[in-house]
């Protein structure tokens, strides 16, 4: 599934990046058809922001740099299109209205793919994991994995706490104790309810 949101995505950049630059530079044929349509300031811009959502699509999930940002131009782009299915209808143009609902839906399903289904992992920071795959934080994800229900919270560990009605001192959490301990040997030193 994610070679085809990629050839998606690839697809979609090309067209929007072909109809910005048209947008922004027309063939000396068409500026007549096109000035009588848009008005020049209105093409400038949709070429921008065409250019920049094609930009969007591919840029930051080849090089996994806020890949968030590919769900967004998806959503720029679904903005474009209906905008552009309204115009063409209002102008009575079915064919070209048609064209621009089909891309509003590849929008539409790249958006939701990308966001809800098959995200774009984010670069990992160099020198953030150990080479041997060992997390940077040991003792969390230990106690994590062997207390799943170990107090996350303040106030959770002073419910659980035996110095129930007692601050905490120095700002130490209250019955967290030494951070080192294991589940077993915190949990038999609690006192119960």
């Known amino acids: 599934m994610n070679i085809v949101l990629w050839i998606l995505q690839v697809l979609l950049a090309a067209g929007f990046f072909a109809h910005g630059l048209l947008f922004l530079s027309p063939p000396a044929a068409m500026v007549e058809q096109m000035n009588a349509a848009l008005p020049r300031w209105f093409q400038l811009f949709l070429g921008v922001a065409e250019v920049l959502a094609a930009v969007g699509l591919i840029l930051p999930g080849l090089t996994r740099i806020m890949p968030w940002l590919v769900t967004w131009a998806a959503i720029g782009i679904m903005v474009v299109m209906v905008s552009a299915t ?6 009575g143009e079915n064919s070209s209205a048609g064209i621009t609902l089909v ?3 590849v929008a539409a399903f790249l958006a939701y793919m990308r966001h809800r289904v098959l995200p774009i992992r984010p670069r990992s920071v160099v020198g953030s994991q150990p080479a041997n795959g060992a997390t940077r934080f040991p003792l969390a994800a230990t106690r994590a994995t062997r207390c799943p229900r170990w107090p996350r919270s303040e106030s959770a560990l002073a419910a659980r706490s035996p110095e129930r009605g007692r601050r905490p ?3 130490a959490v209250a019955g967290a104790g030494d951070p080192r301990r294991s589940c077993s040997a915190s949990r038999s030193t609690r006192r119960a309810p």
Request: aromatic letters at 8%; a positive charge; hydrophobic letters at 60%.
């Open 169 to 171: 001192r120095d700002g």
């Open 103 to 105: 891309l509003l839906v």
């Open 86 to 91: 309204a115009f063409h209808l209002m102008r």
